[in-house]
């Protein structure tokens, strides 16, 4: 009789042999929404889409002085951290960033190195800022990606805008979401893991707490001590596992991709992923609401399993 | 720590309640083949399709008396059991039908009550027989099901003609297919049940057998002797369960459903099934070879699991 843990390492290796690629693969054109649905969407697969926004008007219209004039007086969300890791472990704690409210502006003079600023500033909040934000920009993109809607049959749930520093890193971490992922400017660097991979990345419970900046430049760690709700969080880092502490990621298989300007990334739902960009770096997402079906019926076991077999 | 056996238990649940239903739900019309695909397929949920086939010449044609002119001189492949239990577990062994080669019209005799002969005759030959042996009969039907060859971006592997006996019996199994089952005189009824329930479904591995009808009519077991290999099965009748022998099988949650003429079922690869039928029941089915991919992944896993935990 095997182990649950021998088990799961079979299980690991026959979805690299069965399905998935050594590196993300690349589609030439948008795709026909059936073909996507059947080779990607239901499978589970990421793809990277290398024309798929080469006519949104954003591509050769979003420069700072084009962005400066159209929305710079508006007023911005903006994630801020001493180090570049927003919600992210450290040390025993979840970290979450000083969100600031910011003009456009101001923003991208940090950016740009116009003004000197302590911390790493980015651009990430993740309530269809795009839409509800900034919509004087939405004309230069699309509302949503035609293809994509058509193929899963309903409307993205959330279109984010994301603008940031070199510095600034997204952590380890899955979304409930199909998400297209759109650079405009630059390029982003992902880290991606499937959703079979589970049984070797690590999880805690941490305590939330939020960076602040004080009067003197330094950041202060608060504690949210009015939430008792520890956060389920991935301390491991991709970019320097720590394989003493967690051994079971050697048995890991990531795929690491670059997306650059004009291209998007399809990343399936409860992928994990860890996400870097190139300093100044724009992109805009489309979320779209997972379907909660037999695959995700089947990650709850894996993720229960995951459990029942002790800490792996 | 939970125990597999619990964990495996609450993921069957959770089926039930995320994305199955109590009853095999009805399609009026022949859907659009990305909606079938995204609904249906992906999610690996049956349905039926009710007006799926009224335009099939066959609906009104295939009267004993067409068939016997258009193809009754015609040698097919017939299965002969004593009981109508072919490829099925009896007592201690696998035990599979006495292959017979008879004209079509002699089949016939012998449904219709012409001639009487012992045993229970059914034409249920899956190797593409109603392409392969009744090429005749295929401007009745299709040769494909066009909305579903869209959808899998495919063609059928194989299209099989049924026609046979009231007390002809197809045991519990599963296949790797998707597969539409079209019923064109009488009705089929189906037991079935999930993937997600494997873990109540007892399995044994069985001697292979034949049946052979001696010359004073009995039918003796012939053992297959030169074959050493033993067949996996599922020894459980749903009709007439054993809980005793198999208390788990309690926990699985069947959907029972009745296919009539005009009628197809949408039978989702891997899904147990258990089949009757009406007396001269015809029936076409079309069996898609299925994806390799995440679902059959996470399938092996849940198999797996089902012999690690040790007999459920």
């Given at each position: 009789m095997k182990s649950v843990h021998k088990v799961l390492q079979e299980f690991s290796q026959e979805a690299h042999e069965l399905y998935l690629s050594r590196s993300v693969p690349n589609l030439l054109e948008p795709p026909d929404p059936l073909q996507f649905y059947r080779d990607w969407i239901s499978p589970n697969r990421p793809c990277i889409?290398?024309?798929?926004?080469?006519?949104?008007p954003a591509l050769s219209r979003w420069s700072p002085d084009y962005l400066r004039e159209k929305i710079g007086s508006k007023v911005i969300s903006v994630a801020v951290t001493p180090n570049g890791y927003a919600d992210a472990v450290v040390g025993d704690r979840f970290m979450m960033p000083e969100e600031r409210q910011m003009s456009f502006s101001s923003v991208l003079d940090i950016i740009e190195g116009k003004v000197q600023k302590g911390g790493v500033f980015y651009?990430?909040?993740?309530?269809?800022n795009l839409l509800?934000?900034?919509?004087?920009?939405v004309d230069d993109v699309e509302p949503h990606v035609p293809w994509m809607s058509t193929a899963l049959g309903k409307l993205p749930d959330a279109v984010n805008f994301w603008l940031g520093d070199g510095n600034a890193i997204t952590s380890m971490h899955k979304d409930p979401y199909e998400n297209l992922y759109c650079v405009i400017s630059g390029v982003k660097r992902f880290i991606l893991l499937p959703p079979t991979d589970r049984p070797f990345i690590p999880y805690g419970v941490y305590q939330p707490a939020v960076y602040h900046e004080q009067d003197n430049g330094e950041f202060e760690v608060i504690e949210k001590?009015?939430?008792q709700k520890q956060v389920p969080w991935?301390?491991?880092?991709?970019?320097?596992?720590?394989l003493d502490l967690?051994?079971?990621?050697?048995k890991a298989q990531p795929l690491c991709c670059s997306v650059k300007a004009g291209e998007m990334l399809y990343l399936p739902s409860l992928w994990f992923h860890h996400v870097q960009q190139s300093h100044g770096c724009i992109a805009v997402n489309f979320w779209y609401d997972m379907e909660y079906d037999i695959k995700y019926n089947y990650f709850q076991l894996l993720e229960s399993l995951c459990g029942a077999s002790g800490s792996m």
């Open positions: 889409i290398q024309n798929g926004l080469r006519h949104w651009i990430q909040k993740q309530c269809s509800q934000e900034l919509p004087e920009l001590t009015d939430s991935i301390p491991l880092d991709p970019l320097d596992p720590d967690y051994p079971e990621y050697r």
